[in-house]
């Protein structure tokens, strides 16, 4: 069974930064590509990041690109994302994907 669990949200100003994390199992996470989607309140979820499993090469939502950085850990199964720069846009529910499955999110606030 995939699990998916995110972690690592919480409140922040405005140009502060966050680094989440994504644990998972059931899957070979070292070959898979993983990604990171988020849903802000009232708005449809939005692809945020992808990391490819040969060569790690990355992709960004444009929104996001040269603030955030999506990583894996591959001896602990772990995704992670370095948020930095934070803004209020930036607010949203995040998960982290795996092809279909998108496992529970964690709570990013960017607030004055």
């Known amino acids: 069974e995939v699990q998916l669990q995110a972690s690592g949200g919480g409140l922040v100003q405005p140009g502060e930064s966050l680094r989440l994390s994504c644990a998972t199992s059931?899957?070979?996470?070292?070959?898979?590509?993983m990604s990171w989607v988020r849903q802000a309140p009232g708005k449809e979820q939005e692809w945020v990041a992808t990391?490819?499993?040969?060569?790690?090469?990355?992709i960004y939502a444009s929104s996001v690109k040269g603030r955030f950085t999506i990583s894996r850990d591959t001896a602990l199964n772990t995704l992670y994302l370095q948020m930095n720069s934070l803004k209020p846009e930036d607010t949203a529910v995040y998960y982290c994907?795996?092809?279909?499955?998108r496992g529970q999110g964690t709570l990013v606030t960017v607030s004055s």
């Open positions: 994907a795996q092809g279909t499955n």
């Open positions: 990391l490819y499993a040969n060569g790690d090469r990355t």
């Open positions: 059931g899957f070979p996470f070292r070959t898979s590509v």
